[in-house]
Protein backbone atom coordinates (compact mmCIF):
# COMPACT_ATOMS: atom_id res chain seq x y z
CA UNK A 1 0.00 0.00 0.00
CA UNK A 2 1.28 3.29 -0.55
CA UNK A 3 1.05 6.66 1.06
CA UNK A 4 0.75 10.12 0.95
CA UNK A 5 1.97 12.62 3.87
CA UNK A 6 1.60 16.19 3.88
CA UNK A 7 1.95 19.44 6.47
CA UNK A 8 -0.71 21.40 5.90
CA UNK A 9 0.81 24.70 4.93
CA UNK A 10 4.08 23.29 5.62
CA UNK A 11 6.87 22.90 3.23
CA UNK A 12 7.54 20.22 4.35
CA UNK A 13 5.82 17.66 1.92
CA UNK A 14 6.65 14.17 2.66
CA UNK A 15 6.18 11.11 0.46
CA UNK A 16 5.72 8.27 2.27
CA UNK A 17 6.31 5.17 1.54
CA UNK A 18 5.10 1.57 2.33
CA UNK A 19 2.95 1.05 5.32
CA UNK A 20 4.52 -1.38 7.06
CA UNK A 21 7.59 0.33 6.39
CA UNK A 22 10.18 1.60 9.08
CA UNK A 23 11.04 4.58 9.85
CA UNK A 24 11.63 6.47 12.88
CA UNK A 25 13.42 4.04 15.04
CA UNK A 26 11.97 6.11 17.83
CA UNK A 27 10.72 4.31 21.07
CA UNK A 28 8.13 6.33 22.25
CA UNK A 29 4.46 5.80 21.89
CA UNK A 30 1.56 5.98 19.48
CA UNK A 31 0.59 9.37 18.11
CA UNK A 32 -2.68 10.54 18.59
CA UNK A 33 -4.15 10.62 15.23
CA UNK A 34 -8.17 11.18 14.25
CA UNK A 35 -8.99 8.82 11.14
CA UNK A 36 -11.19 9.23 8.64
CA UNK A 37 -11.79 6.64 6.21
CA UNK A 38 -12.48 7.19 2.45
CA UNK A 39 -12.50 5.55 -0.87
CA UNK A 40 -9.49 5.78 -1.71
CA UNK A 41 -6.69 3.61 -2.43
CA UNK A 42 -3.86 5.03 -0.19
CA UNK A 43 -3.03 6.12 3.31
CA UNK A 44 -2.61 9.71 3.84
CA UNK A 45 -1.60 11.99 6.39
CA UNK A 46 -1.69 15.34 7.30
CA UNK A 47 -0.25 17.34 10.24
CA UNK A 48 -2.59 20.67 10.53
CA UNK A 49 -1.87 23.85 11.83
CA UNK A 50 -2.26 25.45 14.54
CA UNK A 51 -2.53 22.69 17.12
CA UNK A 52 -0.73 19.88 15.05
CA UNK A 53 -3.49 17.67 14.87
CA UNK A 54 -2.68 14.75 13.04
CA UNK A 55 -5.50 13.62 10.65
CA UNK A 56 -4.85 10.22 8.94
CA UNK A 57 -7.48 9.36 5.82
CA UNK A 58 -7.22 5.47 4.84
CA UNK A 59 -8.94 2.72 2.65
CA UNK A 60 -12.25 1.77 3.83
CA UNK A 61 -11.13 -1.82 3.76
CA UNK A 62 -7.69 -1.02 5.36
CA UNK A 63 -6.71 -3.01 8.78
CA UNK A 64 -6.37 -0.70 12.09
CA UNK A 65 -3.21 -2.54 12.50
CA UNK A 66 -1.68 -1.38 9.14
CA UNK A 67 -2.68 2.13 9.57
CA UNK A 68 -1.18 2.11 13.14
CA UNK A 69 1.92 0.62 12.01
CA UNK A 70 1.93 3.42 9.43
CA UNK A 71 1.30 5.86 12.15
CA UNK A 72 4.51 4.70 14.09
CA UNK A 73 6.53 4.33 11.45
CA UNK A 74 5.90 8.23 10.69
CA UNK A 75 5.98 8.98 14.51
CA UNK A 76 9.64 11.19 14.08
CA UNK A 77 8.14 13.15 10.82
CA UNK A 78 5.03 13.86 12.73
CA UNK A 79 6.96 15.22 15.75
CA UNK A 80 8.60 17.45 13.56
CA UNK A 81 5.79 18.57 11.41
CA UNK A 82 3.91 19.32 14.97
CA UNK A 83 6.71 21.17 16.40
CA UNK A 84 6.55 23.54 12.89
CA UNK A 85 2.62 23.65 13.12
CA UNK A 86 2.40 24.79 16.64
CA UNK A 87 5.20 27.52 15.68
CA UNK A 88 3.16 28.35 12.65
CA UNK A 89 0.83 31.68 13.60
CA UNK A 90 -2.87 30.92 11.87
CA UNK A 91 -2.84 33.87 9.35
CA UNK A 92 -5.05 37.26 10.53
CA UNK A 93 -8.40 36.96 9.76
CA UNK A 94 -10.40 40.57 9.98
CA UNK A 95 -11.40 39.79 14.32
CA UNK A 96 -10.40 41.34 18.01
CA UNK A 97 -6.74 40.56 17.09
CA UNK A 98 -6.54 42.61 13.84
CA UNK A 99 -7.96 45.68 15.63
CA UNK A 100 -5.76 45.06 19.17
CA UNK A 101 -2.74 44.99 16.42
CA UNK A 102 -3.63 47.85 14.48
CA UNK A 103 -4.56 49.72 17.62
CA UNK A 104 -0.92 48.89 18.95
CA UNK A 105 0.47 49.45 15.51
CA UNK A 106 -0.97 53.16 14.84
CA UNK A 107 0.69 54.10 18.25
CA UNK A 108 4.31 51.97 17.72
CA UNK A 109 4.87 52.43 13.74
CA UNK A 110 4.50 56.28 12.91
CA UNK A 111 6.95 57.42 15.69
CA UNK A 112 9.54 54.44 14.10
CA UNK A 113 8.92 55.55 10.85
CA UNK A 114 9.64 59.10 11.41
CA UNK A 115 12.94 58.20 13.28
CA UNK A 116 13.83 56.03 10.26
CA UNK A 117 12.99 58.81 7.92
CA UNK A 118 14.85 61.49 9.29
CA UNK A 119 17.95 59.50 10.06
CA UNK A 120 17.47 58.40 6.10
CA UNK A 121 16.84 61.96 5.26
CA UNK A 122 13.91 61.94 3.72
CA UNK A 123 9.99 63.44 4.13
CA UNK A 124 7.94 61.14 6.09
CA UNK A 125 5.82 59.16 3.55
CA UNK A 126 2.09 58.40 4.41
CA UNK A 127 0.85 55.24 5.86
CA UNK A 128 -1.38 52.58 5.84
CA UNK A 129 -1.06 49.89 8.29
CA UNK A 130 -3.46 46.97 6.67
CA UNK A 131 -4.00 43.17 6.68
CA UNK A 132 -1.90 41.65 4.19
CA UNK A 133 -1.47 37.78 2.83
CA UNK A 134 1.60 38.13 0.49
CA UNK A 135 3.22 40.85 1.55
CA UNK A 136 4.90 42.49 4.69
CA UNK A 137 5.23 46.15 3.22
CA UNK A 138 4.47 48.11 0.04
CA UNK A 139 5.54 51.56 -0.96
CA UNK A 140 4.70 53.35 -3.61
CA UNK A 141 7.69 55.71 -4.74
CA UNK A 142 6.12 57.99 -6.96
CA UNK A 143 2.82 58.52 -4.00
CA UNK A 144 5.14 58.42 -1.18
CA UNK A 145 3.05 55.98 0.62
CA UNK A 146 4.06 52.87 2.33
CA UNK A 147 1.74 50.36 3.79
CA UNK A 148 2.43 48.27 6.64
CA UNK A 149 1.01 44.80 7.41
CA UNK A 150 -0.89 44.30 10.76
CA UNK A 151 0.74 40.82 10.66
CA UNK A 152 3.95 42.25 11.58
CA UNK A 153 2.69 43.26 15.10
CA UNK A 154 3.23 40.24 16.07
CA UNK A 155 6.40 39.49 15.20
CA UNK A 156 9.98 40.17 16.69
CA UNK A 157 9.63 44.50 16.54
CA UNK A 158 12.93 44.36 15.24
CA UNK A 159 11.72 42.42 12.24
CA UNK A 160 9.03 45.60 11.68
CA UNK A 161 11.97 47.83 12.13
CA UNK A 162 13.39 46.13 8.82
CA UNK A 163 9.98 46.88 7.09
CA UNK A 164 10.02 49.96 8.02
CA UNK A 165 13.65 50.51 6.71
CA UNK A 166 12.93 48.68 3.44
CA UNK A 167 10.34 50.64 2.29
CA UNK A 168 11.75 53.76 3.22
CA UNK A 169 14.64 52.37 1.20
CA UNK A 170 12.10 52.16 -1.86
CA UNK A 171 11.85 56.03 -2.06
CA UNK A 172 15.17 56.27 -2.92
CA UNK A 173 15.06 53.31 -5.38
CA UNK A 174 12.15 51.84 -6.42
CA UNK A 175 13.70 48.51 -7.28
CA UNK A 176 15.62 45.74 -5.76
CA UNK A 177 19.00 47.23 -7.52
CA UNK A 178 22.05 47.19 -6.22
CA UNK A 179 21.61 50.85 -5.20
CA UNK A 180 18.46 49.73 -3.08
CA UNK A 181 20.65 47.29 -1.31
CA UNK A 182 23.24 49.71 -0.70
CA UNK A 183 20.90 51.52 0.69
CA UNK A 184 19.90 48.56 3.18
CA UNK A 185 23.93 48.27 4.02
CA UNK A 186 24.17 51.70 4.75
CA UNK A 187 21.25 52.25 7.28
CA UNK A 188 20.50 48.56 8.61
CA UNK A 189 23.81 46.51 7.63
CA UNK A 190 21.92 43.47 9.12
CA UNK A 191 18.83 43.20 7.09
CA UNK A 192 19.98 40.08 5.36
CA UNK A 193 19.45 38.12 9.19
CA UNK A 194 16.46 40.22 9.54
CA UNK A 195 14.98 39.26 5.71
CA UNK A 196 15.67 35.24 6.60
CA UNK A 197 14.24 35.31 10.26
CA UNK A 198 11.06 37.49 8.67
CA UNK A 199 10.75 35.08 5.96
CA UNK A 200 11.47 31.80 8.01
CA UNK A 201 7.83 30.66 7.56
ZN1 LIG B 1 10.96 45.89 -1.64
Not at 7 to 15: H, I, L, N, P
Not at 88 to 94: K, R, Y
Not at 126 to 149: E, F
Not at 151 to 161: I, M, S, T, V, Y
Request: net charge positive.
Amino acid sequence: MSTDLTASGARDVFEGSDAAGSGGGDSGGMPEYVLTRKRMKHLRMTVKAPHGTVHVSAPVRARQRDIDAFVMSRRDWILKQQKVAVEMPVPLTAGPETERLRREMRESVPPLMEYWADRMGLEMPTLTLRRMTSRWGTCNSVKRHVTINLELGRRDPELLEYVIVHELAHLYEPNHSKRFYAVMDKYLPEWQAKRRELNRR
